[in-house]
């Protein structure tokens, strides 16, 4: 098994930043992308991010792109999610996830086995 915990969440007012971490342990040789998501109240869950296990390959929703960076240190066992310029609409519990494989749609939730239990990051105008 894998556990995820995210850290780093908080309230930041807009234009700020914010830097969360996911730290993984466990069976985590088994782990090859990770990505990010995240959920706002009373909407759907959505892609924020992903990373592949070399760290060299990402991917970004559109409405992030050009604001947000994943990174990860394997030998940490950690991923990040630096977040600038935040926006009111950046409003939601971020989580973290974890998958087994490098490939697929890892934009899409399904391809992630593993989830952190969320933190919440509230951007006020």
């Known amino acids: 098994q894998v556990q995820l915990v995210e850290s780093g969440g908080g309230l930041v007012q807009a234009g700020g930043s914010l830097r969360l971490a996911c730290a993984a342990s466990?069976?985590?040789?088994?782990?090859?992308?990770m990505g990010w998501f995240r959920q706002a109240p009373g909407k759907e869950r959505e892609f924020v991010g992903a990373i592949k296990r070399s760290g060299g390959s990402t991917d970004y929703a559109d409405s992030v792109k050009g604001r947000f960076t994943i990174s990860r240190d394997n030998a940490k066992n950690t991923v990040y999610l630096q977040m600038n310029s935040l926006k009111p609409e950046d409003t939601a519990v971020y989580y973290c996830?974890?998958?087994?494989?490098?490939?697929?749609?890892?934009?899409?939730?399904?391809?992630?086995?593993?989830w952190g239990q969320g933190t919440q990051v509230t951007v006020s105008s």
């Open positions: 466990g069976r985590t040789f088994s782990l090859s992308a």
């Open positions: 996830a974890a998958s087994n494989s490098n490939y697929g749609q890892l934009t899409k939730g399904g391809m992630y086995a593993y």
